[in-house]
């Protein structure tokens, strides 16, 4: 998400129980596409492969691919390669062992958004490769794990923030979580650092949001959108890994809407 694409709701939305289960139907196919995509994410394979894959399937079962055509982009999900930190645009170019690349799908079922993303490593792959997107897994289960029922959203930005820097990792500012529900983008904002005004915004029970932290190997400055609008690489050249779930906060705590069956699941080792 980009700062830049603003926030169209000035208060976040708490939604019933009824309105939960519509957002719990858009997350449960979000990951039952990631888990259609996932054999189809190997060497050899294009991300323009990938696209049509997951357009079809998305249609097929009824419903609506969420980033065609939203804001002018031009596919059905993104995939962003290795110093690509996000919003990368699938190509022609068929994926190479040493590989690093996030597939992020975004859906909408019934009028609900699902939206999550994975790092696949591709073949053999290098130690920092495999580092980097360790840190942004374990990253994002951390920021999970530290929240409660009215807990602000700055502690989402300590935790993570705290946990890359000490391993001299780069968290990227300029592209944030975001609240998601009827829209695709709402608030309250997810930064992945530490922001006063995050403090203010409170995780009430009935708010749903993504996190979806962006690490770099390098510094934690980008540069883009390039001139095709969207693709956002590192400042520096490193490689980039990001991990995305979507979260309603309830009464009992964080539910994570978006787990795979077939993905990595907490505490996974890459
Ligand atoms: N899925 C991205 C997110 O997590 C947004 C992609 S917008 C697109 O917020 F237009 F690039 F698809
Ligand atoms: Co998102
Ligand atoms: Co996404």
Known sequence: MNFAFGHRNTLPVYLDEEERDGLRAAGEFN???????????KEGVTTNEINALAHQYTLDHGHVPACLGYRGYPKSLCTSVNDCVCHGIPDDRPLQSGDMVNVDCTTVVDGWYGDSSETFLIGDVSDEARRVTQAAFDSLWLAIRTIEPYSSVLEIGLAIARF??????????NFQGHGIGRMFHQDPGIPHFPVKKSRKDILVPGVCFTIEPMLNLGSAHTKGPLSDGWTVLTADGSLSAQFEHQILMTELGPEVLTLTKNGPQEGHKF
Request: hydrophobic letters at 45%.
């Open 31 to 41: 990951s039952q596409l990631l888990d259609f995509l996932r054999p189809h994410i």
């Open 164 to 173: 890359a820097r000490d391993q001299g990792l780069g968290v990227v500012e």
